[in-house]
């Protein structure tokens, strides 16, 4: 099986700076692509950033500038870095995968258990 585990969240300030990581293990023949996605209270899971294979990157607009996402690919890793974080940037961020276990596998969605970032004004 395949597992996700997310580190790097905690409290910061407003104009802060925090990076999150989530590093996949298990049975992995190849990732298409890894994203990071935050869900605040009361709101619906939103996508922030993507990469592709290709290294192919993808932001919502209001982190544009700020965010950066990145990938290790020898490590089965991907970064967020995220800077100038705002008191909206609050939420639980989700890692999310896709995953092949094996050459003639369409892959599987995976998600991490979430880690919570608090950006305080």
């Known amino acids: 099986q395949v597992q996700l585990v997310e580190s790097g969240g905690g409290l910061v300030q407003a104009g802060g700076s925090l990076r999150l990581s989530c590093a996949a293990s298990?049975?992995?023949?190849?990732?298409?692509?890894m994203g990071w996605y935050r869900q605040a209270p009361g709101s619906q899971r939103e996508l922030v950033a993507r990469?592709?294979?290709?290294?192919?990157?993808n932001y919502i607009d209001s982190v544009k500038g700020r965010f950066t996402i990145s990938r290790d690919n020898a490590k089965n890793t991907v970064y967020l870095q995220m800077n100038s974080l705002k008191p909206e940037d609050t939420a639980v961020y989700f890692c999310?995968?896709?995953?092949?276990?094996?050459?003639?596998?369409?892959?599987?969605?995976?998600w991490g258990q979430g880690t919570q970032v608090t950006v305080s004004s």
């Open positions: 990469i592709i294979g290709g290294g192919t990157t």
């Open positions: 999310n995968a896709w995953i092949r276990g094996s050459p003639g596998s369409r892959g599987s969605d995976y």
């Open positions: 298990g049975s992995i023949f190849g990732i298409n692509a």
